[in-house]
């Protein structure tokens, strides 16, 4: 993928996360203006930019990461995103965060620049919440979405 594609592709996926801002909190939903959580939005942001999902997201439990073991979300996205091994910081990037080190990654959110992620807050709704340390050191990746050809 060219740097210009790259480009418009990042700002394809910032434009619609913002589209976003103010959706309801509802868990596993995915539907922009009516509800959804963390994982709805980047499925929601997918769907708008591809067409459809690239896999089912099931069922899960709000405590899903704690009694299900693994790296779920981890995994998923490492199935379907490009992974940035440098960890950069870039807007239209899926960031993952872990609430402890010992945990698996449980919450996405979608840059919108270096400093700042649109992300579903629970009991809220989809919000811009600044990058400050305290969301930083939660990091566990950093995800770009692929190329149509690279799906």
């Not at 801002?21 to 509800?35: D, N």
Request: hydrophobic fraction near 45%.
């Amino acid at each position: 993928m060219s740097r210009a594609e790259r480009a418009a592709l990042d700002e394809a996926v910032v434009d619609e996360a913002l589209s976003w801002v103010g959706t309801p909190y509802r868990h596993q939903a995915s539907s922009k203006g009516i509800a959804c959580d963390c994982l709805g939005l980047v499925r929601g942001v997918w769907r708008a930019l591809y067409g459809a999902e690239p896999e089912a997201a099931g069922p899960y439990s709000m405590d899903w990461a704690e009694t299900g073991g693994g790296e779920r979300l981890f995994a998923a996205a490492r199935r379907h995103f490009v992974e940035c091994a440098d960890g950069g910081l870039e807007a239209g990037r899926v960031v993952l965060f872990r609430w402890r080190p010992h945990l698996p990654a449980k919450h996405a959110g979608i840059l919108a620049g270096e400093d700042a992620f649109v992300h579903a807050y629970e009991g809220q709704a989809v919000v811009v919440s600044q990058l400050v340390p305290q969301w930083r050191r939660r990091i566990a990746g950093v995800f770009a979405f692929p190329a149509t050809g690279e799906r």
